[in-house]
């Protein structure tokens, strides 16, 4: 019976299986064979390492990863196996990288050391310096310092880039703003990008808001190391020519404890086109909250805000509510009054998704879907 079924459908269900049962079902037949070294199979290809083995890539399989257009990558740094086949995977795929399209690295747990992902990283470089044809880098899973060196060789390697995502969780930010430029003249085609505060400039917007660029959908930046607070913030005629220049821009921002109060004051500017705004504030929370509802009603998409239970907070939330009736989304990972639950109800008729909770409950937390 298994010989019978036909290929699209043993496609779909070798999709399932790790690299090592990818081999097996290979030896079984010619039809699983076929099936298991099939173009339609490798396209879209999600690999977790913690589901892999010594010699991860059979010899028979290496020819597949020719057809890999898009891989997103999985792994656990903590662990030494885990952290192996993702460097062998990446290096394979290095030498066949001029068909990569997509590439995603995700991180699960924690790293080990400060220092650790160097391995990983030198792959990721292999990658783009042959990855001719990538359009899409997503680094935002990836918990290690990501400096200069990789971002110069993406602008080397990457010219068809569409959208790179470098805003991910470090103590330390190492791409200077003189690098993304580099970047930005290399990639014209550029329509998502994703930085710590701290590698965004007045240059970099002017460039993005030339005429001749693709036009620039969604720029995501993130506020949660010390390069970031001290960021001077880029003058609000920077952020007017590239609202004008792409009018659908959409901006996200978060904003993580190492953020003083004086930086976000600083940071959160009404010329800027805020979509989603995420709040995680070791200090005031309650100034961003009233900041947003005055100032960013017409744009505001995403609300997410992480803070302590207080009488302001709920009445700025709210105030918040009655202004942005345009939000698709609320997440507020503390306990608030039923008058703000009742708020987001009455006016935000386009609300997807909520998280509004008047009591405490076991975290973590799941959102309401509203149908």
């Known amino acids: 019976m298994a010989e019978q079924l036909p290929e699209e459908v043993l496609v779909l269900i070798f999709r399932h299986l790790p690299l090592r049962d990818r081999a097996a079902a290979a030896e079984v037949c010619r039809a699983w064979a076929t099936a298991a ?4 199979l490798w396209y879209d290809t999600n690999i977790s390492c913690d589901c892999e083995q010594e ?3 059979p ?5 597949c990863l020719d057809y890999i257009h898009n891989l997103r990558l999985e792994y656990e740094p903590s662990r030494k196996l885990s952290r192996q086949s993702a460097t062998e995977l990446l290096t394979a795929v290095a030498d066949r990288a001029p068909r990569l399209r997509g590439l995603r690295l995700e991180c699960l747990g924690e790293k080990p050391l400060f220092d650790s992902g160097r391995d990983v990283l030198g792959a990721v470089q292999a990658v783009c ?5 990538l359009r899409h880098l997503d680094l935002r899973r990836l918990p290690f310092t990501l400096d200069d060196e990789l971002v110069l060789q993406v602008a080397r390697g990457c010219p068809e880039l569409r959208s790179i995502f470098l805003d991910n969780h470090t103590l330390v930010d190492s791409v200077r703003p003189r690098s993304v430029l580099k ?4 990639c014209p085609h550029l329509r998502a ?20 660029r693709a036009p620039l959908k969604l720029l995501a930046l993130r506020c949660a190391c010390p390069e970031d607070a001290r960021a001077s913030p880029v003058p609000d ?18 904003l993580e404890p190492a953020m003083p109060a004086e ?10 086109p805020v979509a989603a705004l995420r709040l995680n504030l070791s200090g005031d929370t309650v100034g961003p909250v009233h900041f947003a509802a005055r100032h960013y009603a017409a744009t505001l998409r995403v609300l997410e805000v992480r803070a302590s239970t207080s009488p302001e907070l709920d009445a700025a939330l709210q105030e918040l509510a009655a202004r942005c009736s345009l939000l698709h989304e609320i997440h507020c990972f503390c306990v608030v009054r039923p008058s703000v639950l009742d708020a987001f109800r009455s006016h935000c008729p386009r609300l997807r998704s909520y998280t509004l909770k008047l009591k405490r409950e076991p975290h973590p937390w799941q959102p309401t879907l509203v149908w």
């Open 37 to 40: 070294t099939s173009s339609a």
């Open 55 to 57: 010699g991860m890539l």
């Open 59 to 63: 010899p028979n399989l290496y020819t």
């Open 129 to 133: 310096r042959n990855a001719c044809k």
């Open 183 to 186: 970047l930005l003249e290399a």
């Open 193 to 212: 990008l994703g930085l710590h505060l701290a590698s965004l400039s007045s240059a970099a917007l002017q460039a993005l808001a030339s005429p001749d």
């Open 237 to 254: 005629e920077f952020w007017a020519a590239l609202r004008c220049r792409h009018p659908e821009l959409a901006v996200e921002l978060e």
């Open 263 to 272: 930086s976000v004051t600083r940071l959160l500017q009404p010329t800027i």
